[in-house]
């Protein structure tokens, strides 16, 4: 018994590590050797940690020979949305760009049952928010140092004044504003009880600071030289509603499901009003999001879609505000700025997944909470007789049968899908990798290895038109 205890503690501690270690490295992560050198590596990450962890939590749930699962408020609304987005991409007419892009949508959905599942004790939540911290400051440090034209890293492409990880000044604006907010948290005690202070406030104060910089500059960037290019809100109101009630071949599904989680640029394409061509600086442009997440979601996962997220906003919102001013619920405003955000501006892949990350930390500071305990609980899940019923579903009372029949069929069920995600995402990234290489090969004027490579992404992935689009030009050249 107390070898078994010893193990589920170290699978606990090291699920927690895991989790610290990619909040800390997403926001920094990038590689050179995929087409996309800020997004996809992340996604990569973010796929590579989240799989681990629940491998993990089906061993631990093995051992322990019951099957128990963190119960909150948020759990419905969020696999109501996951559900809302994989029908509306499984009835796209573009399915398999819609399933491609839906498929780092799930991965933040997994990274916010992680983190709820994870972090259970006061301890594992502060180190997970310190690594969520820390990433951010390494971030500002990074952005700022550029501003200053100061370039700590060995890579050409860092070297310019702009330079941020996100690839985006906008994402990295909103993502350092969330982080602001968090540390803030911590660091007020400095103004309100500079008597009772602890060496945490003060870090977190630093870190304050260092991030209301990098803020700074980034907002100046973005209002300066580097103006991001954002759809007109009249455009995303039109191309949303027309999404939803004009495409007559899908009246149905367009209405409920839109055109598919993600594929946001047919939308553009199909349904932008004739005006839109006589702007000056926009006519020649593909928008491959809208004005505005909302809007963005309106348009390709449909009524349902755009209804479950609200749902799932409002839950949160609602979370939010009743949270008290403690350690646990420091990301409260960070999540309500969050949402409000999403109201009026696009959101990128990096954002969707701070909101599912920002969810889970909430979850797991109100879980701490022994008012919330009728709210935050573990549930355990036992097979009983059948004239009882199959499955019976109980709250953690500290008395537990061991039967591992149902934590090894979930744990069968998470290799499934972690097996058929990972193997078609490994097919993705390995031909994306192949294909990056083709363009190096094409910057030497290596004509035939350009060719070679090329058609070995397409053979590995033939899925993405931009490789094909891409390989007709080396054809023709």
């Given amino acids: 018994m107390e070898n078994k205890n010893e193990i589920i503690s170290y699978i606990n501690s090291i699920s927690t590590v895991l989790i610290g270690l990619l909040l800390f490295a997403f926001p920094l992560f990038v590689l050179t050797i995929t087409t996309d050198a800020f997004i996809l590596p992340k996604q990569i990450l973010l796929g590579a940690v989240v799989f681990l962890i629940f491998i993990l939590l089906g061993i631990k749930l093995i051992i322990e020979g019951f099957l128990k699962i963190r119960r909150t408020p948020f759990?419905?609304?969020?696999?109501?949305?996951?559900?809302?987005?994989l029908f509306s991409a499984v009835v796209s007419v573009n399915r398999i760009d819609s399933?491609?892009?839906?498929?780092?949508?799930?991965?933040?959905?997994?990274?916010?049952?992680?983190?709820?599942?994870?972090?259970?004790?006061?301890?594992?939540?502060?180190?997970?928010?310190?690594?969520?911290?820390?990433?951010a400051l390494a971030v500002s440090a990074l952005s700022t140092l550029a501003f200053f034209k100061i370039y700590p890293l060995p890579y050409s492409f860092t070297h310019i004044e702009s330079f941020t990880s996100f690839g985006s000044l906008l994402d990295q604006s909103i993502y350092l504003g969330v982080a602001l907010l968090v540390c803030g948290f911590f660091a007020m005690p400095i103004i309100d009880k500079p008597s009772g202070i602890k060496?945490?406030?003060?870090?977190?104060?630093?870190?304050?600071?260092?991030l209301v910089l990098a803020l700074f500059v980034s907002i100046y960037q973005l209002f300066t030289t580097q103006k991001p290019i954002i759809l007109p809100l009249q455009t995303g109101f039109q191309t949303a509603f027309a999404s939803i009630s004009q495409d007559t071949a899908r009246i149905a599904q367009g209405f409920f499901l839109?055109?598919?989680?993600?594929?946001?640029?047919?939308?553009?394409?199909?349904?932008k009003q004739a005006i839109f061509n006589q702007s000056s600086s926009l006519w020649n442009l593909t928008f491959l999001r809208s004005s505005s997440f909302v809007l963005e979601l309106l348009a390709t996962t449909g009524v349902l879609g755009f209804l479950?997220?609200?749902?799932?906003?409002?839950?949160g919102f609602r979370e939010a505000l009743a949270s008290k001013k403690d350690e646990g619920n420091a990301v409260a405003a960070a999540l309500i700025i969050l949402l409000i955000a999403s109201l009026v501006l696009p959101f990128s892949f990096i954002s969707q997944t701070l909101i599912f990350i920002l969810l889970g930390l909430l979850a797991a500071g109100q879980g701490l909470k022994t008012e919330n305990s009728a709210r935050f609980f573990d549930v355990e899940f036992h097979l009983v007789e059948l004239r009882k019923g199959l499955i019976a579903v109980e709250t953690d009372d500290g008395k537990h049968k061991t039967n591992r029949i149902l934590p090894v069929s979930f744990f069968v069920l998470i290799l499934a899908i972690v097996g058929v995600i990972g193997f078609a995402s490994?097919?993705?990234?390995?031909?994306?990798?192949?294909?990056?290489?083709?363009?190096v090969f094409a910057s030497a004027n290596?004509?035939?290895?350009?060719y070679k490579a090329q058609a070995d992404a397409i053979a590995i992935f033939p899925y993405r038109d931009s490789f094909y689009r891409v390989f007709s030009q080396t054809n023709l050249a």
């Fill in 75 to 85: 759990d419905g609304p969020v696999l109501l949305f996951t559900a809302a987005a």
């Fill in 99 to 135: 399933l491609t892009a839906f498929v780092p949508l799930l991965l933040g959905v997994f990274a916010y049952f992680a983190i709820v599942n994870v972090a259970k004790e006061k301890s594992s939540l502060m180190f997970i928010i310190s690594s969520f911290a820390t990433g």
């Fill in 199 to 210: 060496s945490k406030n003060i870090a977190f104060g630093i870190v304050s600071l260092c």
């Fill in 258 to 271: 839109g055109s598919g989680f993600g594929t946001y640029a047919t939308d553009f394409t199909r349904f």
């Fill in 308 to 315: 479950s997220y609200l749902y799932l906003g409002l839950k």
């Fill in 426 to 439: 490994f097919q993705y990234v390995l031909s994306d990798m192949k294909f990056q290489s083709s363009l």
């Fill in 446 to 450: 290596n004509g035939l290895e350009t």
